[in-house]
């Protein structure tokens, strides 16, 4: 049997259920611990949210939720066992860290420019996805690789490296962040030239870019997809959602419904002080909330021949076979 960790346990593939591929219940930009008396966490206030986030999650029938914020964003793994505890959700964290544009990168680069940076990497990961997070004994079920817009930086690639490597010892799922849907080819080669199995590889963000051809030539080389971010629109380079559909329908109507996830990379709880958006932008951005692919998204989609089995494979059955690591077929 596959066998999944979430942040209470093993779990069988099978019982994922629905699931949301790519969301964060707390972020913060790297920097957020240096505004602590603006921007204290209060973990009491905090949980009380996020408990009421994860019923409104489940009250559209979600059983899981894959939170793949990097190590150094505020990845809080005894935080997110809590929100299990109290509502029975299924929650997967990760191990990883961010792309270099808004990563944390000091600690790392020091290492690298002394040549010891990619091992440590590789025994970061194997520590965590074998014995637990800093003593927690709560091991995460994906590993999190990013890169930037338009290329893989040699600081990116470390990570890379060390995540396939370690995929290779521990069959772990490997999520990515492509910045505005760029590098989606770039990425799943690079891995698979490192011993990756493409069976387990999930290229997330892709939905950054409005091009069905350029989808497919992630897609064709037997990877995973995410069109991971409804409700992000007009900013950091992302498209409307209409948009997103208009992608996504030719895609489905192709035959690439076993290969496309759905989420919406929302961040339900900033650490430091939360964001604070101007007019304009706060009214486009108004559905960036956990429900509104079931609100909003379904039913276009519904209205466009998208059959209930794709949406289901969409919203579960291909995270069951992203976690059993079964290989896609590959469209001629």
């Not at 950054?208 to 897609?219: A, I, M, R, S, W």
Request: aromatic share 8%.
């Amino acid at each position: 049997m596959s066998m999944i960790n979430t942040v209470t346990g093993p779990i069988n593939a099978e019982q994922l259920g629905k699931t949301l591929i790519h969301e964060h219940f707390i972020f913060g930009y790297p920097g957020f611990q240096g505004d602590v008396t603006l921007g204290a966490f209060n973990e009491e206030a905090a949980l009380e949210e996020a408990i009421t986030i994860a019923r409104h999650m489940q009250s559209f029938g979600v059983q899981t939720v894959v939170d793949p914020t990097p190590n150094e964003c505020g990845r809080n793994p005894i935080f997110l066992k809590k929100i299990a505890e109290a509502t029975g959700l299924q929650i997967i964290c990760a191990t990883g860290y961010y792309y270099e544009g808004e990563g944390a990168t000091p600690y790392f680069k020091f290492r690298q420019a002394l040549g010891t940076a990619e091992e440590e990497i590789y025994e970061m990961f194997k520590k965590e996805l074998t014995e637990g997070i800093a003593g927690t004994g709560i091991k995460p079920g994906v590993i999190k690789l990013a890169s930037s817009k338009d290329e893989i930086t040699e600081y990116e690639k470390m990570f890379f490296r060390a995540g396939a490597r370690i995929q290779q010892e521990t069959g772990a799922v490997i999520l990515t962040h492509t910045q505005e849907g760029t590098m989606g080819p770039e990425q799943v080669r690079l891995l698979i030239e490192n011993g990756a199995d493409p069976g387990k590889i999930i290229i997330g963000h892709m939905c950054g870019n409005t091009d069905p051809e350029y989808h497919k030539q992630v897609l064709d080389q037997g990877v995973r997809i995410g069109f991971d971010r409804f409700g992000i629109q007009g900013m950091v380079g992302a498209p409307f959602d209409q948009e997103r559909v208009q992608t996504l329908l030719p895609l489905l109507n192709a035959g690439y419904e076993d290969q496309i996830l759905l989420a919406h990379d929302t961040v339900n709880i900033w650490l430091g002080r939360p964001p604070v958006m101007p007019e304009q932008a706060a009214k486009i951005m108004e559905n960036w909330q956990p429900g509104h692919i079931f609100t909003n998204i379904l039913p276009q989609l519904r209205e466009n021949g998208v059959s209930e089995t794709q949406i289901d494979k969409m919203l579960g059955g291909n995270a069951v076979g992203l976690f059993k690591g079964s290989a896609v077929k590959v469209i001629s």
